[in-house]
C-alpha cells in the first residue's frame, strides 16, 4: 500500500520569498501525485498532479512541483508567496488503478505581511 | 454547476444514533468518494464507488455503509454512532481513473 510523509508540519514565510514544501511517498511502482490546498472551513482544491511525462508540473496560482523518482519526492514550489497562499497543503498518492487514494497529513502555511 | 454538494454542514449526534450525509454531484463523473478529516490529520478514504451499483472499502470504512443506486449520489451511512466518529466528512468525484478529484464543502460532525 502506498503512504506519504510531509515533514514539515508548519512553515511560516514572508510576503513575496520563496517556497518549498516537501512530500514524499512510498509506492512500488510510478504513482499518481497530487498537490491539493485547502483554505480555512473550505473543501480541497487541486493545485498540480503527475501521471507521467514530463516531471516539472506546472500547476494553478502560481505553483509548481517537480518528480524525482531516486528520491521518492514530489515537493511543491513557488517563487514569490502571496498573503492569499495561507492555507493547509496536502500532498497525495493514488495507485495504477487511481482508486485508493493516501493523503499525507498536510502542512499548514503561514504568510506573514 | 453546483459541482458536489453535501447536507447537512453541521450535525450533532448522541452515541447509538444513525444519520445519513447526503453527497451529490451533477458534472455526471463516475467515481465518488468519502473521507473523513481529523484534527490535523489528512484525510483518510472511508469508501469510493467506480459506478452506479458498484462500492468498495477504502482505509477506514469500519462503522459505515454507503450505496450508489444512482450515479449523482452517494450517501454515507452511519448506523450507532460513536465518539471516534466525530470528525469533518468529506465527498468527492472524479471524472475517471486518478483525474482530479472535486470536493464537496463537507460536514462536520460531532458525537456527544
Known amino acids: 500500500a502506498q503512504s506519504v510523509t510531509q515533514p514539515d508540519i508548519h512553515i511560516t514565510v514572508s510576503e513575496g520569498a520563496s517556497l518549498e514544501l516537501r512530500c514524499n511517498y512510498s509506492?512500488?511502482?510510478?504513482?499518481?501525485l497530487f498537490w491539493y490546498v485547502q483554505s480555512p472551513g473550505q473543501g480541497l482544491q487541486l493545485l498540480l498532479k503527475?501521471?507521467?511525462?514530463?516531471?516539472l508540473v506546472q500547476g494553478i496560482k502560481g505553483f509548481e512541483a517537480e518528480f524525482k523518482r531516486s528520491q521518492s519526492s514530489f515537493n511543491l514550489r513557488k517563487p514569490s508567496v502571496h498573503w492569499s497562499d495561507a492555507a493547509e497543503y496536502f500532498c497525495a498518492v493514488g495507485d495504477n488503478y487511481g482508486q485508493n487514494f493516501v493523503f499525507g497529513p498536510g502542512t499548514r502555511l503561514s504568510v506573514l505581511p | 454547476n453546483a459541482g458536489v454538494t453535501q447536507t447537512p454542514k453541521f450535525r450533532i449526534l448522541k452515541i447509538g444514533q444513525s444519520m445519513t450525509l447526503q453527497c451529490t454531484q451533477d458534472m455526471n463523473h463516475n467515481y465518488m468518494y468519502w473521507y473523513r478529516q481529523d484534527p490535523g490529520m489528512g484525510l483518510k478514504l472511508i469508501y469510493y464507488s467506480v459506478g452506479a451499483g458498484i462500492t468498495d472499502k477504502g482505509e477506514v470504512p469500519n462503522g459505515y455503509n454507503v450505496s450508489r443506486s444512482t450515479t449523482e449520489d452517494f450517501p454515507l451511512r452511519l448506523e450507532l454512532a460513536a465518539p471516534s466518529q466525530t470528525s469533518v466528512y468529506f465527498c468527492?468525484?472524479?471524472?475517471?481513473?486518478?483525474?482530479?478529484?472535486?470536493f464537496g464543502p463537507g460536514t462536520r460532525l460531532t458525537v456527544l
Open positions: 509506492y512500488g511502482a510510478t504513482p499518481y
Open positions: 503527475y501521471f507521467s511525462g514530463d516531471t
Open positions: 468527492a468525484s472524479s471524472a475517471g481513473l486518478a483525474d482530479t478529484q472535486y
